[in-house]
């Protein structure tokens, strides 16, 4: 379990931290030059039928490096995880700042986590996390998947896949951080529900690096991310 530092590619953004449980791997989103050439050139030398599969996983990836960094993206995580039918299941882990103009994003949270309050029914619900209120929304819905779509059939490969946001304050009230978990083993909402909860709870605002003023501990924090992370994910 790592505590994961934010990138800031977009000029003044939070500073955040939140625990990763096992299974994640974090996803560059700001690869450097020599890097993607390097996976060009290793990609080129691949016999010609790897090649081609090479070729399309590369344009996948920056294709959703650009999609992500358009969209304010700040980190993201790729989840693989064993299911029962002996393969793997994916699971994708963004997390966004959004600005919140002319409007101060504590009362934009509360209002929200009153409405999910009272729309339960329909998959939202408050939240009181260690780094402040917030709400969760979850739902199912028909996406556009990787791949290429069946023989005779025209357009994009679609798919059906659960999604669950948490949306808190940032630091100093400025933004709205929203943390959101994606993935097509719908039949298994309930387990990723509570992948998304447990790395909401170990957000913090806090270098958890850094020990309390005045204080030398070999353990972290209690309230913590790096206590939060051992509570959650152990």
């Given at each position: 379990?790592?505590?994961?530092?934010?990138?800031?590619?977009?000029?003044?953004?939070?500073?955040?931290?939140?625990?990763?449980?096992?299974?994640?791997?974090?996803?560059?989103?700001?690869?450097?030059?020599d890097g993607v050439v390097e996976l060009?050139?290793?990609?080129?030398?691949?016999?010609?039928?790897?090649?081609?599969?090479?070729?399309?996983?590369?344009?996948?990836?920056?294709?959703?490096?650009?999609?992500?960094?358009?969209?304010?993206?700040?980190?993201?995580?790729?989840?693989?995880?064993?299911?029962?039918?002996?393969?793997?299941?994916?699971?994708?882990?963004?997390?966004?700042?959004?600005?919140?103009?002319?409007?101060?994003?504590?009362?934009?949270?509360?209002?929200?986590?009153?409405?999910?309050?009272?729309?339960?029914?329909?998959?939202?619900?408050?939240?009181?996390?260690?780094?402040?209120?917030?709400?969760?929304?979850?739902?199912?819905?028909?996406?556009?998947?990787?791949?290429?779509?069946?023989?005779?059939?025209?357009?994009?490969?679609?798919?059906?896949?659960?999604?669950?946001?948490?949306?808190?304050?940032?630091?100093?009230?400025?933004?709205?951080?929203?943390?959101?978990?994606?993935?097509?083993?719908?039949?298994?909402?309930?387990?990723?529900?509570?992948?998304?909860?447990?790395?909401?709870?170990?957000?913090?605002?806090?270098?958890?690096?850094?020990?309390?003023?005045?204080?030398?501990?070999?353990?972290?924090?209690?309230?913590?991310?790096?206590?939060?992370?051992?509570?959650?994910?152990?």
């Open positions: 379990m790592t505590e994961t530092p934010t990138r800031a590619p977009h000029g003044r953004t939070p500073a955040f931290w939140y625990g990763l449980p096992h299974g994640y791997v974090q996803i560059d989103l700001d690869p450097p030059l060009v050139r290793q990609a080129m030398a691949l016999p010609q039928d790897e090649r081609d599969r090479a070729e399309e996983v590369l344009r996948f990836y920056a294709a959703t490096v650009r999609a992500l960094n358009a969209q304010r993206v700040q980190s993201c995580a790729l989840g693989l995880h064993p299911n029962d039918d002996g393969g793997l299941t994916s699971s994708v882990l963004t997390i966004t700042t959004v600005p919140t103009s002319g409007s101060h994003a504590k009362a934009v949270i509360a209002s929200l986590a009153g409405t999910a309050a009272d729309r339960r029914d329909v998959g939202m619900r408050p939240l009181e996390l260690p780094c402040g209120l917030g709400f969760l929304a979850e739902e199912k819905r028909r996406t556009i998947a990787p791949g290429r779509p069946p023989e005779g059939v025209e357009g994009p490969r679609t798919g059906l896949v659960w999604q669950g946001t948490v949306a808190v304050t940032g630091p100093g009230g400025r933004d709205i951080v929203m943390l959101q978990l994606v993935t097509e083993a719908v039949d298994q909402a309930d387990d990723y529900r509570d992948v998304l909860l447990g790395i909401a709870r170990t957000l913090t605002y806090t270098d958890p690096t850094q020990p309390v003023s005045g204080e030398i501990q070999d353990s972290p924090a209690p309230g913590s991310a790096a206590h939060q992370v051992q509570s959650d994910f152990g």
